[in-house]
């Protein structure tokens, strides 16, 4: 069982920066591939970005150059570090875990946090 318990979300100005974290539970966490999902107001949930157990990482075009998501084992711990944001990234950002790679492409994860809302004012 993972358990997981995202923070940093907020309030933050068009251009600004902002880094969220997800803190993990479980001894197989260095194992699993790690994402963040985000969902805004009367849309889906998509994938953000994407992380295997190995440090390969997928960024979703929108946010590529702009969004980076890394992991520390050591800690337990999966970071979505966010620059030059825009109103239109304002939403719930999900953490995610699954021993599944494909999962978290698809969305079909296992397990969630519960969200953390990061608010982009223009």
């Known amino acids: 069982q993972v358990q997981l318990v995202e923070s940093g979300g907020g309030l933050v100005q068009a251009g600004g920066c902002l880094s969220v974290s997800c803190a993990a539970s479980g001894r197989t966490f260095s194992t699993y591939p790690m994402g963040w999902f985000r969902q805004a107001p009367g849309k889906e949930r998509e994938l953000v970005a994407a992380i295997d157990s190995g440090g390969i990482k997928y960024h979703r075009d929108s946010v590529k150059g702009r969004f980076t998501i890394s992991r520390d084992n050591a800690k337990n711990t999966v970071y979505l570090q966010m620059s030059s944001l825009k109103p239109e990234d304002t939403a719930v950002y999900y953490c995610?875990?699954?021993?599944?790679?494909?999962?978290?492409?698809?969305?079909?994860?296992?397990?969630w946090g519960k969200g953390t809302l990061v608010t982009v004012s223009s």
């Open positions: 995610a875990a699954d021993p599944r790679y494909g999962a978290l492409l698809s969305g079909s994860v296992d397990f």
